[in-house]
């Protein structure tokens, strides 16, 4: 199954190098763009300068979520056994 390789694949790379991954929320991303970086920012102890958060404000209000509609991913489209990756992830 590609997701349990993923899964892997990822967990082996964040183990050998777990102070150059750091996980970002996908809804944290899209629900608030720029706390989202500010706190992946603080996180890797680095400043944001003063005009990335001007570009990434001005880039979050030109480019908002749901402009061109919204679309809904599921497992269950792509023939994904929901509790079959929830077990995985669990583990």
């Not at 993923?6 to 899209?30: C, F, G, K, P, W």
């Not at 944001?48 to 001005?58: D, G, I, K, W």
């Not at 809904?72 to 489209?77: F, H, K, P, V």
């Amino acid at each position: 199954m590609l997701f349990a390789t993923e899964i892997d694949r990822n967990r082996t790379a964040r183990q050998a190098s777990s102070t150059r991954i750091h996980d970002v929320d996908y809804r944290d991303l899209t629900d608030d763009p720029i706390r989202a970086i500010s706190t992946l920012y603080d996180s890797l102890r680095m400043p944001v300068a003063p005009a990335f958060r001007t570009a990434l404000t001005a880039y979050a209000r030109s480019y908002p979520m749901g402009r061109h509609g919204t679309h809904r991913y599921s497992l269950n489209d792509g023939h994904i056994d929901v509790d079959q990756v929830e077990r995985r992830l669990a583990s």
